[in-house]
């Protein structure tokens, strides 16, 4: 379409919108139109459009009034499209074999592009209307990109809550995530092109960024507490070993003093394994009640962190269901799929320099 205008330096005269005459003009045409315009651009129909009904045989046989009284009879969306293109409109008998007739349909289609002031419709006026095209090709592509959002942002989210419950310093991945969340905020807002359209998935993957920059703030601020903790972890776990090796030492000398006596050594050997599930329970106890208190006391800065930035991670799931349910009956698909009679041919290229027959012939066809 786009190498259809182009090709044509001069630019056009008129448009023509073929009806037929007998159909019901629909809901779904009126949106046909509404994607013309999208395409072309507001003023599109308004100023270079001219509506041509065929079938005008059928007309002959149906009606009695004048066709410029039926069209003024017309109510309804019919009636809307006629006004905006200010009632420009002409009936053609496809199948009239009278070149007198056939002459008369082609004097008064050329009348009415007479009537457009020579005013041309150039590649100037394609680019003018190029915001609302690329608002009709986000609309086409708005579900995948939906979808591959959500996917990018619940695989950030997952990593992101999975160190939000661990101890572990990996100030790296904390970058890559937030790299990761910035590159989408940067792919949806170029994608956009400040249309607008994008509007609620920029705004989910910002806060998805800024979820990440806090936790980045409690990871650095942690940092001591998370050196402390891993130092009480090391020394409870070499304290622990140490007791281990002398309760083993003081049962094998326990062992020693009865050699001829089994029963006696496997008494130790039992109250020994019962000291060492004691001491590893023990063990196992405090270096979880360790890693508890550390990750309160992560909880506790989070928190403090909050109160000076957004926080809405819980919302984001329900943000992320919400457009997904939004794409699951994608706009652009509703479109296209009303594109159909009595809209599919529109015939583009009137122009006041073509010879009168050849005219007469295209619409004989």
């Known amino acids: 379409m786009e190498y ?60 009695t009034l004048p066709f410029t009284s039926w069209c003024e009879a017309q109510k309804g969306k019919f009636k809307d499209l006629l006004t905006e293109c200010c009632h420009r409109i002409v009936l053609f008998d496809n199948r009239a074999t009278c070149k007198k007739v056939k002459d008369s349909q082609v004097a008064q289609l050329f009348a009415l592009v007479d009537g457009l002031n020579g005013n041309r419709y150039t590649d100037a006026h394609f680019h003018q209307a190029k915001e609302s095209q690329t608002l009709l090709i986000l609309q086409k592509q708005k579900s995948l990109i939906s979808d591959q959002t959500v996917q990018e942002t619940r695989l950030i989210m997952q990593k992101l809550a999975s160190f939000q419950n661990s101890t572990d310093d990996d100030e790296d991945a904390l970058e890559n995530l937030l790299c990761r969340a910035e590159a989408l905020s940067t792919n949806l807002e170029g994608l956009d092109k400040t249309t607008g359209h994008l509007f609620e998935l920029i705004q989910v993957a910002y806060e998805l960024a800024e979820n990440v920059s806090v936790e980045i ?49 496997e008494s130790v050997d039992k109250e020994l394994q019962e000291i060492l599930q004691s001491l590893d329970l023990d063990f196992h106890e405090q270096w979880g009640s360790n890693q508890e208190m550390f990750l309160k006391r992560k909880k506790e800065e989070r928190k403090k962190l909050r109160a000076k930035h957004i926080w809405k991670l819980k919302k984001l799931d329900r943000k992320y269901r919400d457009i997904k349910s939004f794409n699951t009956h994608s706009l652009f698909s509703t479109l296209v799929e009303t594109i159909k009679w009595p809209f599919r041919e529109l015939i583009s290229a009137v122009l006041r320099n073509v010879f009168k027959h050849n005219v007469s012939r295209c619409f004989s066809k």
């Open 217 to 265: 703030k409690v990871n650095a601020s942690m940092k001591t507490a998370r050196t402390e903790y891993n130092k009480h972890q090391v020394l409870v776990t070499f304290q622990n070993e140490e007791k281990i090796e002398r309760i083993k030492t003081k049962y094998a000398r326990l062992k020693a003093d009865c050699p001829n006596d089994e029963a006696k050594k």
């Open 4 to 63: 259809a205008i182009f090709a044509n330096t001069r630019g056009y005269h008129a448009f023509l919108i073929i009806l037929r005459f007998g159909d019901r003009f629909t809901e779904e045409d009126l949106t046909t139109i509404t994607i013309l315009k999208s395409v072309f651009g507001n003023f599109f129909i308004r100023e270079y459009c001219i509506l041509v009904m065929t079938y005008g045989d059928f007309y002959s046989k149906d009606q």
